[in-house]
């Protein structure tokens, strides 16, 4: 067996295992150039072994561009690097703002951030995010509002009512949860209603901040919700490879990095 087919049954492994592998995490870890992974994955996806995506590759019959993961086995994933974000972006909240925290993990983990200083006016469609804010209240200056609507699997209230509250409002600044961000397909969401409730979201608002950890680029979900320069700033994590940071970066307004360590 040669080195590059150790190699390249490695990097099957390791997309099997964690469903996604990145071109540039893949040079670093064998030592070899991007080049040489980018071959790999070509002899990979002819073969039948991987699916490419943009900047790297995911196993065939992974999830699907429908498939919505609940929440729950969503939280733990990339917590470090969620967490890290929602720091980042707390210091975006001003004291008296309205802020938007649409549904998803990484909001969740700001909203519980914020529940230590709940200062301003907030407006969510999650359930989860709400039962987090509202024993913060306690006679304070906050205020927290939960739209109506269809409850989905990933945990946002969604749907015409969700959507018409929405309409009504208008909000300083959206923390918005993706299922994915790509630079051709923008951010997507697998679930119709959502992105529509999404929508609705972003013309309500202000500024618009898209959290998502380095694990979302290149995932597309079914449907679009807004094209990557439709937002003001996303807030990543340093584990993204600095060759698709900068590319990222030429495609968004603002791009802000935040430490995981």
């Given at each position: 067996?040669?080195?590059?087919?150790?190699?390249?049954?490695?990097?099957?492994?390791?997309?099997?295992?964690?469903?996604?592998?990145?071109?540039?995490?893949?040079?670093?870890?064998?030592?070899?150039?991007?080049?040489?992974?980018?071959?790999?994955?070509?002899?990979?996806?002819?073969?039948g072994l991987l699916d490419r995506v943009y900047g790297g590759a995911?196993?065939?019959?992974?999830?699907?561009?429908?498939?919505?993961?609940?929440?729950?086995?969503?939280?733990?994933?990339?917590e470090r690097e969620k967490i890290a974000i929602a720091k980042e972006?707390?210091?975006?909240?001003?004291?008296?703002?309205?802020?938007?925290?649409?549904?998803?993990?990484?909001?969740?983990?700001?909203?519980?951030?914020?529940?230590?200083?709940?200062?301003?006016?907030?407006?969510?469609?999650?359930?989860?995010?709400?039962?987090?804010?509202?024993?913060?209240?306690?006679?304070?200056?906050?205020?927290?509002?939960?739209?109506?609507?269809?409850?989905?699997?990933?945990?946002?209230?969604?749907?015409?009512?969700?959507?018409?509250?929405?309409?009504?409002?208008?909000?300083?600044?959206?923390?918005?949860?993706?299922?994915?961000?790509?630079?051709?397909?923008?951010?997507?969401?697998?679930?119709?209603?959502?992105?529509?409730?999404?929508?609705?979201?972003?013309?309500?608002?202000?500024?618009?901040?898209?959290?998502?950890?380095?694990?979302?680029?290149?995932?597309?979900?079914?449907?679009?919700?807004?094209?990557?320069?439709?937002?003001?700033?996303?807030?990543?994590?340093?584990?993204?490879?600095?060759?698709?940071?900068?590319?990222?970066?030429?495609?968004?307004?603002?791009?802000?990095?935040?430490?995981?360590?």
């Amino acid at each position: 067996m040669t080195r590059a087919d150790v190699r390249r049954t490695a990097i099957v492994a390791r997309a099997r295992a964690r469903g996604t592998v990145r071109t540039a995490e893949l040079a670093g870890m064998f030592s070899v150039s991007e080049m040489t992974v980018r071959r790999d994955i070509d002899v990979l996806v002819g073969e039948g072994l991987l699916d490419r995506v943009y900047g790297g590759a995911t196993v065939p019959g992974g999830a699907t561009r429908a498939e919505e993961p609940g929440f729950d086995a969503k939280l733990l994933r990339e917590e470090r690097e969620k967490i890290a974000i929602a720091k980042e972006a707390l210091a975006m909240i001003r004291p008296g703002s309205a802020i938007g925290l649409s549904a998803g993990t990484t909001t969740w983990h700001l909203a519980s951030a914020l529940a230590e200083r709940l200062d301003c006016t907030v407006i969510t469609n999650s359930v989860h995010i709400a039962s987090v804010l509202f024993p913060a209240l306690n006679g304070g200056h906050g205020h927290v509002l939960l739209t109506g609507g269809e409850r989905t699997p990933s945990d946002a209230l969604v749907g015409p009512i969700a959507t018409g509250a929405l309409g009504r409002l208008h909000l300083d600044v959206l923390f918005l949860g993706v299922h994915g961000m790509d630079p051709d397909f923008g951010f997507t969401t697998p679930n119709l209603l959502e992105a529509e409730t999404n929508r609705a979201f972003i013309h309500a608002a202000r500024h618009v901040a898209v959290l998502a950890d380095h694990t979302k680029l290149g995932t597309v979900g079914m449907t679009t919700m807004a094209g990557l320069r439709d937002v003001d700033v996303v807030i990543t994590d340093d584990g993204m490879p600095e060759p698709e940071r900068q590319d990222l970066g030429e495609h968004v307004r603002e791009l802000r990095i935040a430490p995981a360590g």
